[in-house]
DNA sequence: ATGAAAGCGCTAACAT
DNA sequence: ATGTTAGCGCTTTCAT
């Protein structure tokens, strides 16, 4: 965007080569003469000579960038994990489009179709669709899901979730519990349903009968766990735990047995999930899951090279491991 | 990406009319029948044809993408003001790098030459550098700042920062406080500065003197927020309010109030900046200055559109109003 | 080791 | 109203 961009052509001159020799000299691609190399380079810093990424990707059909589609940027878990594939990526020299699709599967797929068009070179996806990847498999765009995965997903990069929840069940029953109510999200994500597994096993496990009254479904939100909490307490309905299968969750609870006057842990024992510093910083610090969003952002960014280069000859699925983050409320 | 991409070559063929005309209809740029229009519009439709971003890009030298720089997208602040921004552009069809500089200068700068290299039309740019814009007046890049001002920043965005400084100091002198420590960011930020100003303007109308001593900079973040208060305390220091000059450092504030048995808001009254959701769920929901982001991100594509489409005149310097938030802490 | 030239997909003169 | 064509900046055969 300069007044005057330099290009190949204004370096040749300048060198006294041909615009075939830079383009090796800048890409490495050797057939030229050390004197030569240092002859181009020279011109090319004197004269702060960049590549029009534009006219590369139109030659080589392939952009040095990649999309990231996220469900809400605003959410600290998936913000960290973002960060790190910006980070881990960075070194390869790639830039990231990010967009946010409001846990809405309309604008997902405007998005992808929006990153298609523009040249990606592929997509890291933390997707709210259950089902399918229908239309990534027509296009051959290397696609890595992240924390939820749509049924069929070639490259998969999640938390231990199953191990998550039978780590936060475990927990509560360990310090007592033996009514422990599951406050999740009602959308069909798949880490729902691999933590509530694991919440199912920690039971068996521990010969403790799951109380199917006691599951309290709802939207992840804060508002509405406070609400379906406040219920259970109105109800009347005993427990003497709760494991909410996100922190936002984990914290309406927190919220709604507090203004009812129940203690925590004393008479009722809280886990939560992710890990997000509100879990931390509230009246009663929470218990919770860790996931390793560092970890995470890395792996996935590994993989879609993989994919990216051509490497991966069969399905890549990662799952990297969660920890136990022991607080107040247990 | 598809196997068989096809091309506005293909389509012209299909629609029996020249690459012109396709070009044509596509970009609504008239010269062609109702009938033609139809005939093309179909074929594209049929074939699911989209044009290459990448020649576009090189043969119209724009490229339908901006540049957004924050320090930190996992700080929720500045997430929320990149997903307002994100909505704000997504009807001119424009995808959004992002590019996280985790404050750090150097990283700014590689990424600004990126975004660049990346051909972006535009730049929102949310700068740790507290001086000059030197190398964006370089190349004509269009850039606007927001949340943080660096000197002769042609276009600018930002909070009404001293009048949040203001009201958040008014808040605590009408509820009697006479002695009201300053917490803020050391750093030479045009943000922290006008807060301060408002802070020092406030005790001027209320006809309360500013004690210096009072004063207790150091970075923004909790931990170092904690450990000042917990200093002042221990020195025996009198105080009855603190205004820190963001949520996270309120935090720090409350916590190591607390710690000390001093009660919020009863002994000292506390007031943040910015409204991030943490400071409303803490054990003493916080009073603090609400920025709106979503406007900050509005106005924000809307500068930098005009700048982009060349019609800004002159220096463009937008502020957006701020807003008192009353919890408990005051 | 180096150069000439074709062509990626598109837009925008310039014809007609 | 429509077509022909040059050329954006680059990589990559194919020569030499």
Redesign the pocket.
Known sequence: MDNK?V???D??RLA?????????V??K?????A???QRVLDIVKQYG????A???S????RSQSIGVIVPDITNEFFAKIVRSIENSILPYNYSVFICDSHEDARLENQHLANLIAKNVDGVIYISGKSDVAAQDEENDLPVVYIDRMPEHAYATVQSDNEYGGYLATEELLRKGCKRIVLLSDMRPLSSVSQRTMGYIKAHEKYGVTVINDLKADGGASYHIAKQKTAELVEKGVTFDGIFATNDMMALGALHALLEHKIEVPGQVKLVGFDDISLSGFCEVPITTITQNTERIGERAVKVLMKLMLGEANDAQHYVVPVSLNVRKST
Chains 1, 2 share one sequence.
Do not use: D, F
């Open positions: 961009k290009s190949v052509k370096i040749a006294n080569v041909s615009i075939a020799t830079v383009s090796r800048l890409n691609n050797g057939r030229y003469s004197e030569t190399e000579y960049t590549p029009n534009s006219a590369k139109l030659r080589t059909n």
